[in-house]
């Protein structure tokens, strides 16, 4: 089905965006570290669906020789959002480099509560790249480009851990953190790692995934991981795009064993953003042909595509915590809001040339046993009733008509009868 949608610029490339507890949209970007007089900022808007537009309520701006924010993750239910923006070059080649930054969001602007290192490298080339709230919002974990995951308290911002070493020349693109805050899952291009979060062996990588072993005869790269929420808290989703094969497909494990379960080709093209609602009911993604698809998170169905939503890369997505909207946004410097429904009809509409056919076979089914079975009894049984039932109803004329005589002849009738006891 087709759901009400549109397109608005928010001058700045967007790299990633999230939603607030009460809707409301969050927005990270910006031209990064460089004299293109686009300015890096972290900027939240109330969306107005009936007028089509983005109203902005608050807006931080970062420093012009720092770089544009990568990454975000808001809060599931307060007021905070944490993002990763590197600092100058000249800091990070100090050793200085407070990349990671968490704001409290007030009505009309932004106020930074706390900054931290996640990033261990001092190449200006490297970034955080992803942050991820678990599901309560007491942990939080970071993903860089130099390999490494980290994984912090909430709101003490304490380490969970030492920092993890997840790839020594790859970056990772993905973390997320199980319902039970025992494991973590970080994507790498090559693999999917299962990371430790409790014990003794805490920080330690308990399992491997390779993506050679999903696809035979053809190479692909993980994209994302989601553990399931809600209706699919057994559930975990992996994007893994193919690249000798062309196109995208969604992985469902078991959350606990991460067992595969099921594997489904989505879309021709490489997924290149992807996300989960918070009651886990469906999932969405962008991909590289510049549309946006919603599915169903149990069936992996289609419920509603968008074609041609943006006219560059897609770059994030989110569900609204409503599940009322999705949000996506690019480096083109737009941003696009699609309306959903309450729920979207469950199955598929029949072909009316197969309602056709089905009656057409009731009918032959029924002359059929017309030649079967011998109908006319129950006629004959029927005509007898009616028989039956004629002298009630003569009877009942007769008491009318006698009620209806005149006095005397009534008198009469009843003189007839005294007579007849006297004789008695």
């Not at 490298?121 to 974990?141: I, M, N, P």
């Not at 989960?276 to 962008?286: M, N």
């Amino acid at each position: 089905m087709s759901c009400p949608t549109f397109n608005i610029s928010v001058g700045i490339p967007v790299f990633s965006l999230g939603f607030t507890s009460n809707n409301q949209l969050i927005l990270a970007g910006g031209g990064g570290a460089s004299r293109s007089g686009v300015k890096n900022k972290l900027v939240s808007y109330k969306i107005e669906t009936r007028r089509k537009d983005l109203e902005e309520d608050a807006t931080f701006e970062f420093e012009s020789d720092e770089d544009a924010p990568m990454s975000l993750d808001v809060h599931p239910t307060k007021p905070f959002v944490i993002t990763g923006v590197n600092e100058s070059e000249k800091n990070m080649k100090n050793g200085i480099n407070s990349n990671c930054r968490a704001f409290k969001i007030l009505d009309d602007k932004f106020e930074l509560s706390k900054t931290l290192n996640t990033l261990e490298s001092k190449k200006a080339e490297d970034y955080q790249r992803v942050v991820r709230f678990s599901e309560d919002g007491t942990l939080f974990a970071t993903g860089t480009t130099d390999g490494k995951v980290n994984v912090f308290k909430y709101p003490e911002f304490e380490p969970l851990s030492k920092p993890i070493t997840a790839a020594v020349d790859d970056e990772v693109l993905d973390v997320d953190i199980n319902l039970e805050k025992e494991k973590l899952t970080c994507v790498l291009r090559d693999a999917l790692k299962l990371v430790n979060l409790r014990g003794k062996n805490m920080g330690q990588i308990v399992q491997t995934i390779s993506s050679s072993s999903i696809i035979k005869n053809g190479a692909a790269h993980f994209r994302a991981f989601r553990y399931g929420r809600g209706y699919t808290k057994d559930f975990g989703f992996a994007v893994l795009n193919g690249i000798t094969k062309p196109g995208a497909y969604i992985i469902k494990y078991d959350a606990y064993s991460l067992e595969q379960l099921k594997i489904v080709k989505v879309s021709n093209k490489p997924i290149t953003a992807f996300t989960l609602s918070q009651d886990g009911a469906i999932l969405a993604f962008g991909s590289a042909d510049l549309s946006i698809s919603l599915l169903d998170s149990q069936t992996l169905k289609t419920l509603t595509k968008v074609k041609d939503a943006h006219s560059f890369s897609i770059t994030c997505i989110a569900i609204s915590p409503d599940r009322r909207m999705i949000a996506s946004a690019s480096a083109d410097n737009s941003c696009r809001i699609v309306s959903l429904p309450l729920q979207f009809p469950s199955g598929t509409a029949i072909n009316p040339l197969y309602t056709l056919l089905l009656a057409c076979i009731v009918a032959a089914v029924l002359l059929w046993l017309t030649t079967l079975v011998n109908i006319e009894p129950f006629f004959k049984s029927t005509d007898n009733n009616e028989l039956k039932s004629t002298p009630s109803i003569v009877a009942t004329e007769s008491i009318i008509n006698l009620e209806t005589m005149s006095p005397s002849i009534v008198v009469e009738k009843e003189t007839v009868h005294i007579d007849r006891k006297d004789e008695l």
